[in-house]
């Protein structure tokens, strides 16, 4: 016997409803489960003191900074590099071997996995460069991590971007560098954006190329040659070395928390951007 | 006679495919010049020669001479911005940038060096009062250009053109994108225009090329077969072909 078409229909749309609200639960129960044990913790003191006894006492304020250091420079350096690589992909030369070898090159950064990120600047930035663990070496080698996201995403945006829009910039007697930053850069302004918040979340989030690089200190980061936990590296070791879960869990809610808040402040000015020419 | 555009056995290759033949055309300054033909003649082509937009296309061959005010328009880069200045085009669909009204208007005199406020904003009401928009949008200079009905769009980027003020106006099939009356609208719109202006416009429309030129060019693969007074080339052609065109004979 066959099942009736209908039946098909309804049993293949609850499977997909369920695969999906099974997607979402997950990732649900985790941030809930992560933010019950640790919300508690999170008070004042918490975000605004250094840790004492290894992170048993006291707070992430330092983690805080060393991770808003890292990420940041990270995605100062990474962004102009990135969406200057994609301008020059798409606007200044046509396909050809360099470009399929600048691509090909991005896509295989892409592939690597963070821990070898961290050797690499552990063994370039740290040792032959001379940095030592340290918020530049850190925020250095995630940069060359986040490149290829920033290229391809930023490459995509420009893509998108009309024809039509570079004909008439042409047509008024523009040069291509007037084209570019004044009508395709603003029209793919909202991918471009995309492409340097998912960065920035990767960034806040990568543990093992940090610990490689910006090291694991304790104390209040003074400059950027200062080696600086972050906060992932922090709640690593804390619950990697037994030191206290209920910090833990607590500074893994900061990490959720502040991941949300660039998510949405994003989110935000994207839509003002985007709005501004809709 | 005195000529503003003038091509000299002017050919076009995009790769081994000949786009332009031999075309010889002469354009009268302050009138409307309509260049009609089936679709993949090579309206657009010819219209991409003037203002050396072809040039943006990889694989592109030209040949031959194109003279404006009786001097030719050169190779190589340098004249180009000024080329481009003096002859400028409005495109099939209203193409406005993801901008403000005032933004899309003053791209133009920004892109030639003009940033004071006073002066750009003065352009700015001068190009818009060129395409009867300044009483509709002068409260919503800062409204997004993309929001505007079609016709006003395509109005408006007639304005952005006016704005760098141009000797020249090639329009490809400018009301292809619009209803019937903004269409009608637009004819108004270019007549006005043609007092200052040079036009030249591509249609596929044939009663449009009646209705607003003076001069038309009937072209068909590549080739210009007939030019001649708008009147004649309509009610007495002097080719079999054109006759066919014009009777309805080809899509
Ligand atoms: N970028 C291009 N590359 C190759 N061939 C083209 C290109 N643009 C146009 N053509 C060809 O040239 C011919 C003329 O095109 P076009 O000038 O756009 O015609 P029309 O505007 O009269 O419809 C067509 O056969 C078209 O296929
Ligand atoms: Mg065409």
């Known amino acids: 016997m066959r099942a009736s078409p209908r039946l098909t229909q309804a049993a293949s749309l609850g499977l997909m409803w369920g695969l999906a609200a099974a997607t979402i639960g997950v990732l649900a129960f985790i941030i809930i489960y992560i933010l019950a044990h640790g919300l508690p913790h999170v008070t004042w003191g918490f975000l605004t003191e250094s840790p004492r006894s290894m992170g048993r006492e006291g707070g992430v304020l330092p983690m805080i900074v060393g991770t808003a250091w890292v990420a940041g420079l990270a995605v100062v350096i990474a962004a102009p590099v990135g969406v200057a690589t994609a301008i020059y992909l798409t606007e200044y030369t046509r396909e050809g071997r360099l470009t399929a070898v600048i691509r090909f090159g991005a896509d295989c950064l892409a592939g690597i996995p963070s821990i070898i990120f961290g050797l690499f600047g552990f063994v370039f930035f740290v040792i032959t460069l001379g940095m030592g663990l340290s918020i530049v070496s850190g925020a250095l080698t995630l940069a060359v991590m986040v490149l290829p996201t920033i290229i391809r995403t930023s490459e995509e945006a420009i893509r998108a971007v009309p024809q039509a829009y570079r004909d008439v910039s042409f047509g008024l007697g523009s040069t291509r560098w007037q084209m570019v930053t004044q009508v395709v850069l603003r029209s793919a302004l909202p991918g471009i954006g995309t492409g340097i918040v998912l960065s920035i979340g990767r960034s806040i989030s990568e543990t093992a190329a940090v610990m490689l690089t910006a090291g694991s200190a304790l104390g209040l980061p003074r400059t950027a040659f200062d080696s600086s936990r972050t906060l992932a590296l922090h709640f690593y070791t804390l619950s990697r070395e037994g030191i206290s879960m209920p910090n833990a869990y607590a500074t893994a809610s900061v990490l959720i928390l502040a991941i949300l808040a660039v998510n949405l402040s994003a989110y935000w000015l994207m839509r003002r951007l985007a709005a501004g020419g809709r | ?251």
């Open chain 2, 1 to 251: 006679m005195e000529y503003k555009l003038r091509t000299e056995n002017l050919g076009l290759h995009y790769g081994d495919f000949c786009a332009l033949k031999d075309v010889n055309i002469s354009i009268r300054p302050q009138a409307i010049t309509a260049i009609i033909g089936p679709s993949g003649c090579g309206k657009s082509t010819l219209l991409r020669c003037f203002n050396r937009m072809n040039e943006l296309i990889a694989g592109v061959r030209t040949s031959g001479r194109i003279l404006l005010d009786g001097r030719a328009v050169h190779d190589g880069a340098a004249g180009l911005t000024q080329l481009r200045k003096r002859v400028g085009m409005v495109f099939q669909r209203p193409n406005p940038f993801p901008l403000s009204v005032f933004d899309n208007v003053a791209y133009g005199p920004r892109v030639h060096g003009m940033h004071k406020g006073a002066d750009l904003e003065a352009a700015v009401e001068k190009a818009l009062r060129a395409t009867a928009l300044w009483d509709a949008l002068k409260d919503k200079l800062r409204a997004p250009a993309l929001g505007l009905p079609a016709e006003q769009q395509q109005r408006l980027c007639i304005s952005r053109l006016a704005a760098v003020e141009p000797e020249v106006l090639l329009m490809d099939e400018p009301c292809s994108a619009l209803d019937p009356i903004a269409t009608e609208h637009i004819e108004e719109l270019m007549r006005e225009l043609a007092r200052r202006y040079t036009i030249v416009i591509v249609t596929h429309n044939m009663q449009q090329a009646a209705r607003v030129s003076s001069e038309t060019g009937f072209m068909l693969l590549g080739e210009l077969v007939e030019f001649g007074l708008t009147t004649a080339i309509f009610k007495n052609p002097s080719d079999k072909r054109t006759e066919d065109y014009v009777t309805g004979r080809y899509g």
